[in-house]
Every structure is written in C-alpha cells, then in structure tokens.
C-alpha cells in the first residue's frame, strides 16, 4: 500500500510542478510587486514597501469606472443569460422534430471567434456617414429615435456590451442545461403526471432541483468570466477603452501593463490582486449558498 501511495504521488508530480510553475510563483510574484512602491520596470528598483500602490488604484478613476463597468457586467449578464438558457433548453427539450437543428444554431456562436461576433454586433448597431446602423434603422421604423449605441451615451454602450455577453455566453450554457435536463430521471416525471402534478409544479419540485448543481455551476463560472471580460468590449469599442469609458478590470490591468499608461507593474498587481480578491469572495458566497441549499434539500 505505502508503495502504491508513493507512486501515485509521483505521477501527480508533473501536475504539481507545472501548477508550481504557471499559478504558484505567478501569484506570489503579484503579491510582492503589489507591495514595491516606486518600482521601476527598467532597473527593477523601488522606494518602498507598503500598500500605496493599492491605494492609488482604488483612488483612481479610470479604475473606479472600470470596477463600475464589471459589476454591472456582472449583475445584468449572469442571471439574464442563465435564466435565457434554461427557457431554451425547456423549449428545446419539449421540440421533438428539428430540435437537433436548432441545438446547432444556438450553439454557432460559442464556435465563433468573439471579435468576429463583436465586429458584427458593431456593424449591428454603429452609426456611419452612409447608414444608422441596421437597428436604429428598426428604431426608425418603430416611430423611435436614432442611438448612437457606439459612441453615445454610457446607457447606450453598456446595453450593446450587455447583449454582446449574453449572446456570447448563452451557447455554453445552454448546452450544459439541456444535458442537465436529459438527466433528470423520467420516473420522477410519469409519476407526477399520474398524480396530476401541475407543469409548473412539475418543474419547481422535479426538474429546479434535478439540475441546481448545474445551475449553480454555471452561476459560479458565470461570475468569474463576466469579472474577467475584456475582449468584449475592445471587439466593440476599440483599444482605447479608457476614452469610450467602458473599460473592465482586466482592461485596466492590461493598460497600466502596455496601454498608453504602461510601465507600472505594482499597479497593475494591486489592480489583479483586488480583482482576485473580489472573484473569490463571490465564488465563495454562491459555493456556501448552494452548500446551504443542499443541506436543505437532505
């Protein structure tokens, strides 16, 4: 038995090494320069050791605007997309004839480059010299009032962001779901409909708790993504996200890297050091509620 152990942790020691190598020492290496105030990239020198670089980025307003934008991100996109995909995957699931058909359709856009989507949802909704854009031509038509969705107002551009995320995130989820649904046991439905179980009854005591890991899954994976969107929004905006005011966390990380503001590594630590921080405090939130929800459930 003890040989058996030893070689069981010799083959995890590959594993080991390579999560010492690209997690490990990355974090660790955040952390210090986090607290190097003063670091100069070019000699490697600093003044000081403290947390003034933490103060600095919480002070400063392009990332206050950024931390903005990935809330709001967060708090619109997640629930709109998961609550989007299990009513696909309930209406798909009860499609019997082309139903393959249409899992390939929702499913193209998770097969789809993002900037080829974001370059389509610009086109979708830019104003230029020679056209309004295909929805403000709809709006138009509507008796409404033309929006520049790219370049206007902040309500404006959040809106396109907000769809171009749910769009790009509802293909994924609703292949988890509807695998989800396929799962459930078929038992627990006949025996209902011979009871005369009511259909939303049905799904409220069969089919919401058959799937609430899945769904819970998708929570937890939805929140992280969503906190770590940044190529969303340059496939729609452009590079300069500072100037269109719709910069995310890890935009603002990447810019105090190489943007037009790089050069400052222990800002750009502090910044992914709090985002990290952040993500997991929220991943643990939804870990203890759906601990909490399947106590329960027992």
Not at 46 to 74: E, M, P, R
Not at 183 to 188: A, Y
Not at 222 to 235: L, P
């Amino acid at each position: 038995m003890e040989a058996n152990n030893r070689k069981g942790w010799l083959y995890l020691l590959p594993a080991f090494a390579f999560l010492a190598v690209f997690m490990v020492y990355p974090l660790i290496d955040v952390c210090i320069y986090s607290l190097e105030e003063g670091y100069n990239s070019a000699s490697g020198s600093y003044f000081g050791v403290g947390l003034y670089n933490f103060s600095y980025v919480l002070h400063d307003t392009y990332f206050l605007q950024a931390l903005k934008n990935t809330f709001l991100l967060v708090i619109v996109t997640v629930p709109i997309s998961t609550g989007l995909a299990l009513l696909i995957s309930l209406a798909l699931m009860n499609i019997r004839a082309l139903r393959e058909l249409f899992q390939t359709i929702f499913f193209l856009p998770y097969v789809t480059n993002t900037l080829a989507v974001g370059l389509v949802f610009m086109m979708l909704f830019q104003q230029t010299p020679y056209s309004d854009g295909l929805v403000n031509t709809l709006i138009t038509a509507l008796g409404g009032t033309a929006v520049d969705f790219i370049n206007g107002p902040y309500w404006a551009k959040m809106l396109v962001t907000c769809l171009y995320t749910i769009w790009i995130v509802l293909p994924f989820k609703i292949l988890i779901l509807t695998s989800a649904l396929a799962s459930v046991n078929d038992e627990l439905y006949k025996a209902a409909k011979i009871d005369g179980t009511r259909p939303g009854r049905i799904f409220w005591r069969i089919t919401l708790p058959s799937i609430s890991p899945m769904l819970f899954y998708l929570v937890i994976t939805g929140f992280i993504g969503a906190f770590k969107a940044y190529s969303d929004e340059v496939a729609i905006f452009g590079t300069d996200l500072n100037v269109a005011g719709m910069n995310t966390i890890v935009g603002y990380v990447y810019d105090m890297l190489y943007g037009d503001s790089g050069g400052y590594p222990s800002y750009a630590a502090a910044a992914a050091l709090l985002l990290f921080a952040v993500v997991l405090t929220v991943t643990v939130i939804n870990l203890l509620l759906s601990a909490r929800k399947d106590g329960v459930a027992q």
